[in-house]
């Protein structure tokens, strides 16, 4: 019987079913005890890794996958990818599994029912407020209600550094939407916009609790002539 803290290794970013552990009853005797964590060894895009996946399949009437799964938690899936979801369950009454999925996913899910709904996709905008479902996602917002709180802030701020006022953009943005890039853009003729060094940097960058709070900072000074734009881009991997 093992009944110590076992770790197993899967590469989550291209699991087969010949990665699955086959625990049988041999003789009336359960095989299997104790508790389990379960590695993320692989190095490719975490992303691709999506799907339910079958880790452990039981054999013999004394094995019941169910005790496990009352042991598990997000938790016990070690090296996590960021922006990622992981949920086990029990499939076919003796296999347990485990389905990884992204947390925009789960936020389409939780608000439309569904990932495919045209409603939930990224680029949509269901409840006419200018912000599509990707942005409000990021921010933190509800998609099916129109609202105009919330929004990215600009205000002018003297940059220590050279003492000359800058253009600046806070956004307050879902800690939890980590599976998003968010970045500010500058343009002084709302034409042609650039993020990035040398165009924009990050003043600050703050977590608390469920709400993480982007300082952007336009590199270009603002003077008296000068028009300032900042916009804010949020976009998928």
Do not use: K
């Not at 407020?129 to 709180?149: I, V």
Request: aromatic share 6%; with cysteine.
């Amino acid at each position: 019987m093992l009944s110590e803290h076992l770790t197993l290794d899967f590469d989550f970013a291209s699991l087969t079913s010949h990665d699955t552990l086959i625990v049988t009853d041999l003789g009336g005797l359960s095989l299997l005890g104790g508790s389990f964590s379960f590695l993320n060894a692989g190095t490719a895009d975490p992303f691709t890794g999506l799907g339910t996946f079958d880790l452990i399949t039981f054999s013999g009437s004394l094995l019941d996958p169910n005790s496990l799964l009352s042991t598990l938690t997000a938790s016990s899936v070690l090296n996590a990818a960021t922006g990622l979801t992981y949920a086990f369950s029990v499939t076919g009454s003796n296999t347990l599994a485990l389905t990884i999925d992204t947390r925009l996913h789960q936020w389409q899910a939780e608000h439309f029912g569904s990932t495919a709904a045209l409603a939930a996709q990224p680029a949509a905008d269901p409840d006419h407020d200018g912000l599509p479902n990707l942005l409000e996602y990021a921010l933190g917002t509800d998609p099916q209600a129109a609202s105009s709180t919330n929004r990215p802030v600009c205000a002018l701020v003297i940059n220590q550094a050279d003492g000359l006022p800058h253009l600046t953009l806070t956004a307050t943005l879902a800690a939890a939407a980590g599976d998003v890039s968010v970045d500010a853009e500058a343009s002084d003729d709302l034409v042609t916009w650039h993020s990035g060094a040398p165009f924009t940097e990050v003043a600050s960058d703050t977590t608390a609790g469920a709400v993480r709070t982007v300082v952007f900072r336009d590199t270009t000074p603002s003077g008296t002539g000068t028009r300032r734009f900042m916009r804010l881009r949020v976009t998928l991997p």
